[in-house]
Each structure stands twice: as structure tokens, then as C-alpha cells.
């Protein structure tokens, strides 16, 4: 490949600037253009990005000359019909997560990549970090058969008016489940609390139920006085403790050890030294996830491969949380989720 | 009062000889005597209380004169019919938890005892502890309107064969629940997994629905890794984080600290700095939850009034179990739970 | 004051573009320059500031006209010369730690500054830190005689070929031991490990005496395994846990709790339960540090009052790491501190 | 050995009952005596060990038929003189820490149990943990060349009016460190505070000094607000974190991760991601380190072989202590330790 590929950022709101920043760092791409609808977000970018055109309308940055891509990370409101218009203009497309609000658009956007043979991926920023692709690797070789998966993702503050908390928070967790168990749920049922006025549902709990007796639940919340990210991946043989706050030791990998029918005397032994195995924590790749999904949308533009995190994970992201909506509004009843 | 209250413990296997023991050390309880079906446990109860009568069955234990109460730590498949025995001997009962196998014979019990005026008391140990009793003020005092209860009680390893996960784990939140919040659940759902043949449910999740908006969420494992015990207490004005784990500060308050719809700005500063209150861990009672017990019986024997964890709240908890694993075999669909 | 304070950054390497950055979002200064040997360095430099004057020595800078203040972030050899030749040109100099290499330069560097009625500053940038802002106001108002600093200061790697360890991490908290308890330590005495050829010492205990019954310990080493932070103050009324690593509850601020001449019982119950007070965490100010660092330059330069950290308090901090190092010569024999 | 080995335990305050306990659980050895000159303690003893012989003078234990061992757990004060008496006695005795108050005291009993060929052993419980013996086994396998040993070992309260805080907590390091490096120190220097009238000194810092390039260092406090018992040991291949509070993962171990004069860029790299290597976290062994303890010395008895405590460690232990004591005095000089 003699020249970059040339690309335009839409949206320097909260993500765009680590995206554009990435796209600057890359070696593959050069970041042609911003746009943003704010005058005074293209003042900041253009102190940070000197020699970048700065447009305020998604058609702007379309009728550059050699554009090759575009990055949306604008509301998710708008991700549909950007990112339509920016297929349809024969543009590669990356978009921040979700993919877009509802599964049906998430179809569209795809049938469309699909036509056109077009990459069409989405920001699933945490199936790029050290931490993630560690338990990827370590679930397909050594946890034997995957039995549950069991994330608590909660903090304080931040109540947002236009998503509840499972857009929010739990879209992380689909990502990670979608990426490392490889399964798809049949149905969901979720549950909340939405008690402050004209504010959604702020604190979930979400169930997923699969074909095999693998089951997956999440518990995310804005109403929790500590953060906690804490996610337990449990196989046949071992299992993983993944603490996303822990500085270093994010993964810790323990052997099994269960006891089966254990005595009083078992039970007097397991209350004093309740572990029964060795651990250990797997040093990580450390570099940038978003530097690494950069990369990634790259390497699939300049090759035409699909991406790790393709639009159709987007999409199963975006169905169950869809689900997870109708059942949040029926008090829990399983919802299923729709398939590709 | 002139004489101490005799006192004879039923079962002496694992739970059994520290309710002997904190009889042992009570001011106003004598042990008198020990049963135990088998022998060499009773060989190992002699050693410990060189001065006690030692029997191989209930009714020996009731031919006793001057015997004025009963406790009972056998397997809970023998709670009714024991407790019962010794009920219509008129002795006042002190039951491990749960008090029964169903609500039908928690029911059966409390008539028993109030037709004979006794005191029917039922350990839930937790309730006896200074982190729950300074929960509780605190629930009563300071954090205003309750909004939800959410509990991590996991582990490695014990797999029993006679009762699921939830019966041996959230046993203890739900007694908790029951003392802290004061109010009564409408519906259960539980989902659960059982990999193992042979043994039951050993990872479940509990959603209680109220009457109020108020959610509670119970997360018990033993096939977790790690070993948590974690509760977070939400109200309007303060929220707490009990963690039994933690050797002296088991108990924080956090200052409320939500922020609604946050900017871009905002959102960053959270990211950095989310927490946006003081915190404070007060400092709890150290004496022995079960010597609080112990004496709670003694003072409800002594003065004929209710103990703080009556046969009502045995009841409420049994009930709730009862609804659950009901709903655990339906898939989590919701199941009310009966009333006294 | 009508025009903005024109400022000059010299040094681009590792921790001058923190200080350009935020002098650029300071109100009071203007970033007018940065000054680096390095081409590349100053390529850098030019992407993220692009209005600025960039030149490969401080002669070229100091050339500038209304040139009000200069910053030197360059490594410690050059702090002396480097601020020599600015304050003779009549420039207000605020230097990265420490101040200088030796005591004597320091206290040439202070005369030339007094002679000229310049502020003359250190960047200890720890004494403007939320949490050593707030240890300083407890320090003052309720922990009452302050009776020990004890730091553990530690890491894995970045063995320096040109500073020992002290000079690198116990920098830190001699200058928040200068800050927050007011006492000037009358000898040192440092004890310490050296075992890779040809880098110096990399692990290093001090011990600091002062006239009253205080003591001041520090490890630091560049040999753990870990990385620990932690801090403890402790005063005859209340006690300060302070750990830097913590995300949100960074200082912990304890109740006395010591029992003189225990029973055996009271031994027993210490080992079970060892705390005997409340605890509080208080709610820290998350403005950055640097940020209040350039503004307290700012502040001084403008008002020509005497900075938090200024010259005098890198004097102190300078002499005790050079009593510090003859102690490390002679294992350890305590070593005068010089006065100023 | 057809009879069991008849034991006697001296004291019954507050490490005596432990020790009665593990050696009436003890295959080898049958408690056949008691002594404690407190009428209302041997109460309390006859109730635990009902066919137990109670004296309150160690005469009256030594005048028993077929005692072959004694076991002292009485103050550090009266050991020298009653384990004596009781070797003189052609016993075999078991001192509890420390074998006695001074270095000619442990050195009088060193002799008179040779000259009899008697086992005498000094109850360093440490020594017998699962946490140490497996830091032990690592020192001696996989930790290349040890290069420094650092412990923290601090809580609050307990003032003790007959001992200072090095023989109360320093006392446990000396003897891990004389177990795990098998090196003697040369010289030790020792600072501390003593700000409580009528009380020693409550805070110490301990250097010694070995002949080789190793150093160690143990921070021992009763005036900390918090409990911590955390050891560093450092090697050139890898390195050991043993934390005693931790309840499962007290050993973790570090595979070594030095970065020789690092870049700005790898500077920056460190602060972000400082640990550059795997770590695991070994399974120990769960045996109660005073029932290893107790099998040591009835193995040590029947067998005539030297116990993995031998009084010689004692000796090396109290001459240690014995010196610090008057590097104490002398504000931190290097004191000479004392060749047995």
C-alpha cells in the first residue's frame, strides 16, 4: 500500500478525540478531517489536530476527495443515518458502540456494508484491551467447558436521560460475552430500578439464558456508592477472576476445586482455608485498546476481512439489549432475542 | 430470678458445639445436656463439657426435670419434627436456620408455640452480628427512603448434596433483608445453574419484587473462585458497603452523590474522580454474634417476649425459599410468596 | 494586571510538556516558548502547541522580549546554570525537584533570587496534591502532637544510571514531611542496597531525627516486586493512613485507639478485633496538582509573594538527600543536616 | 514406641491453652499436667482437659512419674529459670519465644540440654506456618541469590510494660529471616519512639548488617492505625510478597522484571504499566502451625534429632534483639551481634 488511508472523524464530543488521537498514532491511516456540528468542539480539535479540514456536516467531510473512511462517534441517535450516508458514499465505517438503537437498523446498516463489500465494524472498545484478549485466549485453551459468566459493573453518579443503565454499562459486558464465549443467548430477562423522576432505569440486573446450561448475568448501576468492575468467567476446569480496577493483576486464573458432599469436618476446614488450588496472573499486553482497534479497522480496510468486532456483534449486542428493554418494562418476563 | 435456665442442645456436629459452648459461657443458661445420635460425636462433646449429660435421643433429652429449653442444630430435615417434640413438652426452642423445611411446617410450629405460650426463636446468626445490628440503626437512622439491598454471597467448593445454594447462602441475606428492611417480598425469581449430576442448584441469583420500588438482588455461588461476601444497602441519602470479609472495617457510609445528565466535561471528571462524597466506618460491637444470641434467648425466655429473630421471620425466610425454588425450576419465572 | 504573564518552558522531555500544558490552560500565563536541544523534541512540541516559539537553547529564550518567568524541566545537572542564567536575566524561575544537586547551589541559586526580588520556586508538586493538602490541614488542626511519618515508597524497575533511589522517590516525601510538619530534621541516617554493577543504590531506608521526640522514616526502593504508596502520619489525638494508590479513598483519618498494659483477655481480643475506633475518609479536592502548582506561580509572580514550595523548602529538602548520601557511604551513620 | 510421650505445660494464660490443645490432638503426646500458679486459670483448664493432672508449681509437674517433656508458656521472664529446672530434670523442654531474655541465659540452657542430650526447642510459631515453610522452599529453589528481606509488621494498641515492641513483633521476623536466608547478621542498628511515659518503646525500625551484600530491614509498630503484616523477600531471579492478612493468596511470587536506565518513553511506559511480569500465587499448606509444631517436637523427642527451632536459632534470635536494645539506647548505632 503506497499511500494512507485517508479518514474523517465524525463527532469530538467525549470519544472522538481518543479516537482521532489513535488514528494520528496509526501508521495506516491518515486523519483527513473532523466534524462536528459545534463550532467551539472544532476550535479544541484544531489545537490538537493542526493541519485536520474541520467541517461541521457529515456531507462536508463526505465530498472530500480520496476519503476511504469514516469513524462515527456522535450520539447513538445518529449513528444510523450517518453511518448510511456514509456507506452509501462507499465509505468503510467504524462506529462507536452500539452499532445503532435498534436491532432492525443494526440489519440495514449491514445488508448495506454487505451490497457494497464494504468493512462495516463497531467500537466494542473492550474486545481490544490486554485483559480481554487474555480471557479470550484462555477460555478457547484451558477453562474447559464455559459454565457462567457473571459481571458486576456499577459506580456512582452519571445518570443519563437519553439511554438507561444496560445501554450504558451491560453493552460492555455483551461485547466481552459476545466475543469470548462465542455463544448467542435465545432470551433474556432483566430487571431494575428507575426511581428517580423523568431519569431511566439506573441500576439492572440482566439474565441471559443460552441452548446449553451456560448462563450469563450482568448487574450494572449508576446508583452503587463504590465502583466495581468485576467479571467471573467459570469453566469445567478452571476459572477467571477479571478486576478491571486492579492496576496490574487484572486476571488472576484459578484451578478448579470443588468439593462434592463434604463432611463437617470438610466444612470446618473449607471455612478456615476455603481455596483449594493454585493461581496465577498472566502478565498483559499492554498497549492502547483503542490503538489496537485502530489496527484492526486498518488491517480489515486494506484487506477487506472481517473485523473481530464486526457489525454482526454489533447487532447481537444491540438485539438483546432490545430484549432486555421489553423485559426490563414487563418486571423480568424472559424476552426473546430476535436472530440475525 | 434464682436458678439458671437448663438448657439441652440437639445435634453436635458442626454447628452444634458453638451453641454448646456460648450456653456454656451465658450467666443465666446451664447446659445440661448434649444428644447426638452417634456416639463418637458425643465421646467429642464430653471432652468439651466434662459436667453434661450426654444422650443418643430427643426423648431422653425431655425426660430431663427442670428442663426449661431446647436447641436444636441437626440437619434441617429434622428441625419440625424435633422442634415439634419439644414444644408439646413444653419446652422453650431455639432452632437452627432455616426453622423448617416449608412454610407449612414453620406454620405448624409458630400455632404450637403460641397455643402453649412458648418462645419459638430461630438462629439466623447474622442478625446477632455488630456489622448487621449497626446496618440495621443505620437503615432505621440515616439513609433515608431504602431503595435497594444487593448481595454477593459466593465461594469455592462444598457442594451439598441435601440443599441447593440458595437455602445454604441466601439464608443469611434473606434473614438480613428481613431484620434491615422491615418489609415483606410479593414475588420471587430465581435462575440458577446445576452442572453437576446429582447435586443441586449451586449457583443461583434471587430478584425480590416488593410492594414499593424498592429491588433486592442475591447473587450465591459455590463455584465461584474467589470468596466474596459483599452488600451494598441503597438509600435516598446514604448507601452502604458491608463487606464481611473486611477484618476491622466491615461497615462504610457513603454520602449520596448521584449527578444527573451529565456533560462531556462531567463525564471525564467522573471518570477520574467518581466518587464525590465523604465516606465514614463506624465502629461495630465486637461481641460474639452467637453469644448475642444466646443471651437474646435467655432474656426471651426469662421475660416471655418476642426475640428480635422470632418464628415469624423463620417463616418469612422458609416462605421465600420455598417460592424460589419453584421459580428456579420454571426458569425465573416470578412466584409469589405465601403469607403467614 | 492587563497582560497575561509570558512564560518560557525549558525542557520537553518527560515531564516538561505536563508543565506546558498546563500552563496553556492557565489564565494568568501565556506560553510563549519551548525550549529543548532535541529537533524531534521540539517537533513534538510543535504538534501539541501550535502557536508557540520553539529554540534549542535558553540563551535564544531568555533573547525573548517580555519574557516574564521561566520553567526548567531538564534533567537535575543543568537545574543550577540553567536557573542562574535566568534569574540574572531577571526572570522568575520555577524549577522541576529538586531545586538543585547540592546544597550549596541551592542556596547560590536563593541569594540570586532575594538580590533580585525574584520568585524563586520548586516544583514539589506532591505538596499540591488534594490528599497531602488535606493531610497538611489535619496535620494542623486535629491529629494533635504529631509523633511519627513513616513512607513506604516502592516499585519494580527504572533503575537510573544518574540518581540513586532517594533522589528519585524519597524526593516526595521529604518535601511533604517539609510541608505538612513544619520540623527541619537535624541528621539523617540511610541504610541501603546497591548490587547492580555500574547503577547506584536502588533500594534505600532513611531514618530523620529532629530535635523533638518525632521520627521520620522512608523506604523506597526500585527492587519491589510491587508498587506500594502508603503513608502514615501519626499524631496523639488521630492517625492518617494516606495511600496514593487507592482511587478514592486516599486518605483514611483514624481515631487513637491504644490500650496500655492489656490482660490477657484484651490480648486475645486484639488479635480478633484490633480496631477500636471510627474511621473517616474525607472527600479530597480533584483539581490536578500541576494545575495548582502553575497557579500558586502565578500567584507569586503576580503578587511577589513567597511560593508554598519555594526555594527554601528545595534547600532543605537538597541537604537532607546530601546528608542522606555520605550516611549511605558510611552504612549508615547518622549525618548532620546542614542549616541554610 | 508403644506409650505415648507424657507432656506437662507450664502457664495457662494466653498461649499455653493453645499449645495444651494441639498436644492433646497429638498421636505421640498425652497431657498429663498442668501447671499455672492461678487458681482460678487451672479452673479454666480443668473444664477444657478433664483427666488432667492441675499444679501450680513447676516442682509438683517435675515430681510426676514418666514425664518425659515439658512445655513453657509462661512470661519471657521466668523462662530461663523453669526450663532449667526442668532439664535438670533430664526433661525435654519446649520454651515458648523467646528461649529466654538474654543470649547467656539461652546459652546456659544451650549447654545444660547437650551436656544431658536433651531436645530443647524454642516454639517459633512462624516457622511452622504454610506461608513460611513455602517461602522457605522458594528461597531455597527458585529466588536465585537473596538480596534483601523487608517486613512490616505494625497495629495499634497493646502496650506492653515489660517488653518493647522488637521482642513482641520484631521477634516473629527475626526468626522467619533466620529460618529463610540461613544467614546470621554481623551488626544491627535500631531506632525507635517511645513517647509513652512508663511504657518502652512502642516503634522500631531494625538494619541488620550480614557479610554479603544482603540487607534486612523490619518496621515494627503497636502505634500504626492500621494492621499490617506484609514481607518483601528479594532475589536476583524472582521475588516473594507474603501477606498474612491475605485469608488465601498469602505468597505470591514475582518473576523479576528490572528495566536498566529507561527512556522517557519506557519512564512514562512504567508509571502506566509498572509490573512487566507473570505472577502466581501458590496453594499452602493448611496445617495448623502449632499442631506442625507440636509433631516437630514429639518427632525431635522420639527420634533424638535436632528440631527445625532448635535453641540454637533461640539464641541467634535473643542476641539480635539483645543488640538492638542497645543500638536502641544509642539512637540508631550499629551494635555487633553476639556469636553463640
Same mark, same amino acid.
Given at each position: ?53 474541520? #467541517? ?7 465530498? =472530500?476527495?480520496? *476519503? !476511504?473512511?469514516?469513524?462515527?462517534? +456522535? $450520539? ?88 438507561? #443503565? ?7 459486558? =455483551?461485547?466481552? *460475552? !459476545?466475543?469470548?464465549?462465542?455463544? +448467542? $443467548? ?97 502478565? =498483559? ?56
Amino acid at each position: 500500500m503506497t499511500r494512507k488511508l485517508n479518514v474523517a472523524v465524525i463527532g469530538y464530543g467525549y470519544w472522538g478525540p481518543n479516537l482521532a488521537r489513535n488514528v494520528e498514532l496509526s501508521e495506516e491511516f491518515e486523519l483527513v478531517c473532523i466534524c462536528d456540528f459545534s463550532k467551539a468542539t472544532l476550535k479544541k480539535a484544531s489545537t490538537n489536530h493542526a493541519n485536520v479540514k474541520l #467541517v461541521t456536516s457529515i456531507e462536508d467531510a463526505l465530498k =472530500l476527495e480520496h *476519503l !476511504d473512511a469514516i469513524i462515527i462517534a +456522535t $450520539p447513538a441517535s445518529s449513528h444510523f443515518a450517518l453511518g448510511m450516508k456514509a456507506l452509501k458514499k462507499n465509505k468503510h465505517v467504524l462506529i462507536e458502540k452500539p452499532l445503532a438503537q435498534t436491532s432492525r437498523e443494526c440489519r440495514l446498516l449491514i445488508k448495506e456494508a454487505q451490497f457494497r463489500n464494504l468493512v462495516l465494524m463497531v467500537d466494542h472498545t473492550f474486545a481490544y484491551t490486554g485483559a480481554v484478549r487474555k480471557m479470550n485466549d484462555l477460555a478457547k485453551t484451558s477453562l474447559g467447558d464455559l459454565l457462567y459468566y457473571d459481571s458486576v459493573r456499577i459506580n456512582l453518579g452519571l445518570f443519563q436521560r437519553d439511554v438507561n #443503565v444496560m445501554w450504558d454499562l451491560a453493552v460492555h459486558d =455483551l461485547s466481552i *460475552l !459476545d466475543l469470548v464465549t462465542g455463544f +448467542t $443467548p435465545k432470551a433474556v430477562s432483566a430487571t431494575g430500578l428507575a426511581h428517580v423522576d423523568g431519569y431511566p432505569t439506573n441500576t439492572a440486573y440482566l439474565t441471559l439464558y443460552y441452548e446449553n446450561s451456560f448462563i450469563a448475568h450482568i448487574h450494572c448501576s449508576w446508583m452503587a456508592p463504590v465502583k466495581i468492575r468485576q467479571t467471573l468467567l467459570g469453566g469445567s476446569n478452571r476459572m477467571i477472576v477479571y478486576d478491571d480496577l486492579e492496576p496490574t493483576e487484572k486476571i488472576k486464573v484459578y484451578d478448579k476445586g470443588i468439593l462434592l458432599n463434604p463432611t463437617d469436618e470438610e466444612k470446618y476446614d473449607m471455612r478456615v482455608d476455603y481455596r483449594t488450588a493454585d493461581m496465577y496472573s498472566p502478565k =498483559l499486553n499492554s498497549v492502547e485498546a483503542l490503538a489496537m482497534l485502530i489496527q484492526e479497522f486498518a488491517e480489515c480496510v486494506s484487506s477487506n476481512r472481517k473485523p473481530i468486532t464486526d457489525a454482526n456483534s454489533g447487532f447481537r449486542v444491540v438485539s438483546i439489549l432490545e430484549a432486555a428493554d421489553i423485559s426490563l418494562s414487563k418486571h423480568g418476563e424472559p424476552v426473546p432475542v430476535v436472530d440475525i
